[in-house]
């Protein structure tokens, strides 16, 4: 039939010229404040978010050698919600939020759901956006730090012996509201210590 393997294509995301510098001043940056404050491994944390689209459809299909145009099914799947993981930096892994486009929890998975229960057990946070898509805004951020973040490295204090007025390290991307100063006033003045630092913007 003359068909080979073809994957579907998109314009690859550039990153700086001086991409190794960037992150090398970075982990500098990161490496004093380690030392500064005295921060353990444990109270070290990454956050990330991920899209989860509900029907993940393959980028790969079998089509005729040299075509151009090449049709997969899920392509074109838009329906789906953030997740967003944390971990720390000694290996431990905090519980989960997820985010549903919707205004009322009834946009969240039901709680007769399989394995709804085993997912509440594990702290798992399932939340509503309350706006017109599924990503992370200033209300589920405060959610994530005041349930999850903040619970975590209070947690991690009382088992390390140390007290309240230690510092935490949390790492986050270049998400316009992580880097509002709306939301930087508010961690600030409720989370204050709690140390936010930036991975550099097109660099992962």
């Known amino acids: 039939l003359g068909w080979t393997p073809r994957r579907a294509t998109k314009a690859a995301k550039k990153v700086p010229e001086n991409m190794d510098q960037i992150l090398t001043d970075a982990f500098i940056r ?5 030392r500064d404050f005295g921060i353990p491994d444990a109270l070290r944390v990454n956050t990330d978010q991920t899209q989860i ?31 967003v993981p944390s971990i720390a930096a000694n290996g431990d892994l905090l519980p ?3 985010i549903f486009h919707g205004k009322t ?6 709680p007769k759901s399989p394995f709804y229960d085993d997912a509440i057990a ?36 009382q088992e390390l012996g140390l007290g309240p007025d230690q510092n935490s390290l949390w ?11 709306e939301f930087l006033d508010w961690m600030a003045a409720n989370h204050g210590n709690i140390i936010v630092i930036f991975i550099p913007g097109n660099c992962t």
């Open 171 to 181: 790492k986050i991307d270049c998400w316009s509201v992580h880097k509002s100063r």
């Open 96 to 98: 989960m939020q997820a």
């Open 30 to 34: 990161e490496a004093h404040v380690i």
């Open 122 to 157: 594990f702290g798992t946070r399932f939340v509503p956006s309350k706006t017109d898509t599924y990503w992370s805004t200033q209300e589920t951020m405060r959610d994530l730090v005041d349930h999850i973040i903040a619970p975590y490295f209070d947690e991690k204090k």
């Open 53 to 83: 689209i509900y029907q993940q459809g393959t980028k790969t299909s079998w089509s005729q050698k040299n075509s151009k145009q090449v049709s997969v099914v899920g392509h074109d799947e838009k329906r789906a919600f953030t997740l």
């Open 105 to 110: 929890p009834t946009s969240c998975p039901s």
